[in-house]
Nanobody, 125 residues
Framework: QVQLVESGGGLVQAGGSLRLSCAAS????????MGWFRQAPGLEREFVAA????????NYADSVQGRFTISRDNAKNTVYLQMLSLRPEDTAVYYC??????????????????WGQGTQVTVSS
């Protein structure tokens, strides 16, 4: 089992940047593929990005491709989401998630096994 804690959210103007972090407990972090999802009010949770256990493979939603970068530091048990050129439509609660099976192709929330509590990102116009 792994516990996930997100941080780094906040309020930023359109065009700005933020870096989210997700710290994982335990010694088994590198056994999990990791993903970031987001959920805006009234909408379903949607896939943002995923990264393989080794960090060698990544996958992004079309809406963030070229603006967001997912990375991980297995020595620090942490996965990151660097967000550039933020837009008001990026406003949401962002969640990190862990998946035991090593694939970056999992884009549905039901395919992930563990979740953090979320961190709010608000982008003002």
């Amino acid at each position: 089992q792994v516990q996930l804690v997100e941080s780094g959210g906040g309020l930023v103007q359109a065009g700005g940047s933020l870096r989210l972090s997700c710290a994982a407990s335990g010694r088994t972090f590198m056994r999990y593929a990791m993903g970031w999802f987001r959920q805006a009010p009234g909408l379903e949770r949607e896939f943002v990005a995923a990264i393989s256990r080794s960090g060698g493979w990544t996958n992004y939603a079309d809406s963030v491709q070229g603006r967001f970068t997912i990375s991980r530091d297995n020595a620090k048990n942490t996965v990151y989401l660097q967000m550039l050129s933020l837009r008001p439509e990026d406003t949401a609660v962002y969640y990190c998630a862990a998946r035991r099976r090593d694939t970056v192709l999992a884009t549905q929330s039901g395919e992930y096994d563990y979740w953090g509590q979320g961190t709010q990102v608000t982008v003002s116009s």
